[in-house]
Every structure is written in C-alpha cells, then in structure tokens.
C-alpha cells in the first residue's frame, strides 16, 4: 500500500473510532477499533510527515509514538487529576485525523518533477 493509501486508512479507522467513542457504542467492536486506532492514528500523523522510507520502520516508529502520545496523556491526566480517558481518546484521536487529512491538501511532488532536464 502507498503511504496516502495508508493515510486514509488511518484516517477513517480514526474517525470510525471517534464515533464509537462519542455514541458510548458498547460492545466487543468497539473495544478492539479504538484499541487500533489508538496505537496506529496519533503515530501515523507524525510519521507520515517524517516521509520513512522503510515500510516496518515506519510502522515501528508509528507504533511507538502512538505509545508515547497515550503515555503523555495518561501522566498529564493524574498529574492534573482531570481524568477523562475517554476524551483523551478522542482528543489524540481527533488531532491525528486532522493532521492526517490536512496532508492530502498539500500537494505531493512526484518523483518525475524532482528530476532534472538536460
């Protein structure tokens, strides 16, 4: 898959969980959406901006900062003692559906324009 076919499967994965999230839609569907979303959407909206050539580094490195951006969030929630798991889903959420439409709007040079012309 191309990186902006991965993109806007992020994307949607993202906002499909942002829904479940806001309609309290209980169930085992739920639970394993935004567990996806939640360790591939934030990563993949920084990653995609890195431009990583190797395919398993960046879904490596989507991984773990998915992670860090959770692990952020979770400390911040106890530091303050506003804890709201849910809203922090959609917040992380939210943002990384953003970042990663807004990167269709720029526009993608293609290989043949970086190329010279004798």
Do not use: N, Y
Not at 27 to 41: N, Y
Not at 47 to 72: E, K, M, N
């Amino acid at each position: 898959m191309t990186g902006r076919r991965l993109d806007l499967g992020a994307a949607v994965l993202g906002a499909l969980a942002v829904a479940l999230i806001l309609a309290r839609f209980e169930g085992p569907a739920q639970g394993l959406t935004i567990a996806i979303a939640a360790m591939l959407v934030p990563g993949r909206a920084v990653a995609h901006l890195l431009r990583i050539g190797d395919p398993w580094a960046a879904f490596v490195l989507t991984i773990a900062l998915s992670a860090a951006f959770q692990a952020l969030g979770a400390v911040l929630m106890v530091w303050t003692g506003l804890w709201h798991p849910r809203g922090l889903a959609c917040l992380l959420l939210g943002v990384g559906v953003a970042s990663l439409l807004f990167g269709f709007r720029r526009k993608v040079p293609s290989s043949a324009a970086h190329r010279r012309r004798p």
